[in-house]
Every structure is written in C-alpha cells, then in structure tokens.
T-cell receptor, first 109, second 115 residues
Framework: GQNIDQPTEMTATEGAIVQINCTYQ??????LFWYQQHAGEAPTFLSY????GLEEKGRFSSFLSRSKGYSYLLLKELQMKDSASYLC??????????FGTGTQLKVEL | NAGVTQTPKFRILKIGQSMTLQCTQD?????MYWYRQDPGMGLKLIYY???????DKGEVPNGYNVSRSTTEDFPLRLELAAPSQTSVYFC??????????????FGPGTRLTVL
C-alpha cells in the first residue's frame, strides 16, 4: 500500500501562506524531497531535507521530523504562478525515490 | 547543457504495436530512471540504471524493457502496447547515491496513448 501520504488538493489566496503536509513510513530513510510540477510539465526540484528542522529558500521552506515521519512545505507570499502540483518523495537509499500522489495547489485572487 | 531530453513528445500507438522512448542526458550522471505518471497519481518507477551496462526493475516493470549501453542514453522499449500503458513517461537522472546528490532531474516527458 501507499506509505507516503499528502492531501490531494488545497486552495489558497494570492499573498497568503500555505502549508502542505506529507507523512511517510519507511524502514530506511536517506532524505525527503519536494518537487513542483506545473500542469503538462516535468517535476522540478524545490528542496531536500535529511536532518530534522527547517530549510528556508526564499519564499519556500521545508521542514522535516524524522521521528514523526513528517514533512511540510511552506509557501509564503503566494503568487498565481505557484498554482501547481507539489510532490513529496523520500529516498530510502539506493538512490530510488518513492513519490506521493501530489498535492494540487490552486492560488486564487 | 540541455539536461535530460526525451523523444518523442507525443505518440499514439495501436494495441500490439511496439515503440522505443528515447532519453538522453548530457550531465554525465551515473543514475538514470524511467517513471510513468497516470492522471492524478504520483510517479511510479519502471526501471532504473546505476551505470552503463547495469539496469534493474522498479515498481511497475511489466510490459517494458530497457538497456544502458552508454552513460548518456537510456531507452525504454514497449513491446505489445496495451491500453493500460497509456500514460505520461518521464526520464530522470542523478549524479550519485547519497544526500542531496540524490536529486533527480527530469526530462519533459512523453505523452503516450494506446488505442
């Protein structure tokens, strides 16, 4: 079964802050990735966490708690162009990623 | 650098036909991957390769074959296409195992329809 879970859809307002959660279960863990995927396009890398805590990169931040099997992606000052699917994925070693089904974010005026 | 390139962008196949999806990367990455993405679903790993001459099955390998004769190229072969293989196929590459170097870079995808 699916051992990585994230909400299917979220809606937020331009200029606001949104948090997209991701939970996972795995016996081996080497890091957690977030990718952004616009409709009809390839996924592009956003962030990587391997240690607990918050990684900040401009308007985007990503948090990891390994003991809880939990991560979130925080998007600040939302813009219309942030409307996309956000995929979380963990690596359990061997360089293979296990992806969640993605969270479709819609940013409205 | 062009990064990861894929051809064709779109293809329609009839049931039972075969085809090869091409993938090339110019980043000298060791690892290459093939995924499929069905509507509203995450990426499912079909096959991957850790270097030239070495390939291994992923989560959904049935109906597909791969080869890796060079570092740059990783073609995906569909034999006897079936409607269940209608999907978007992404090729990706990464440099090495371990840490941030696990970051995978994706090609633009091939949209395949089997009728």
């Amino acid at each position: 079964g699916q051992n990585i879970d994230q909400p299917t859809e979220m809606t937020a307002t331009e200029g606001a802050i949104v948090q997209i959660n991701c939970t996972y279960q795995t016996s081996g863990f080497n890091g957690l990735f977030w990718y952004q995927q616009h409709a009809g396009e390839a996924p592009t890398f956003l962030s990587y966490n391997v240690l607990d805590g918050l990684e900040e990169k401009g308007r985007f931040s990503s948090f990891l708690s390994r003991s809880k099997g939990y991560s979130y992606l925080l998007l600040k000052e939302l813009q219309m162009k942030d409307s996309a699917s956000y995929l979380c994925a963990y690596t359990g070693g061997g360089n293979k990623l296990t992806f969640g089904t993605g969270t479709q974010l819609k940013v409205e005026l | 650098n062009a990064g990861v390139t894929q051809t064709p962008k779109f293809r329609i196949l009839k049931i039972g036909q075969s085809m090869t999806l091409q993938c090339t990367q110019d980043m000298n990455h060791n690892y290459m991957y093939w995924y499929r993405q069905d509507p509203g679903m995450g990426l499912k790993l079909i096959y991957y390769s850790v270097g030239a001459g070495i390939t291994d099955k992923g989560e959904v390998p049935n109906g597909y074959n791969v080869s890796r004769s060079t570092t740059e190229d990783f073609p995906l072969r569909l034999e006897l296409a079936a409607p269940s293989q209608t999907s978007v196929y992404f090729c990706a590459s990464s440099i090495l195992a371990g840490g941030r170097t696990d970051t995978q870079y994706f090609g633009p995808g091939t949209r395949l329809t089997v009728l």
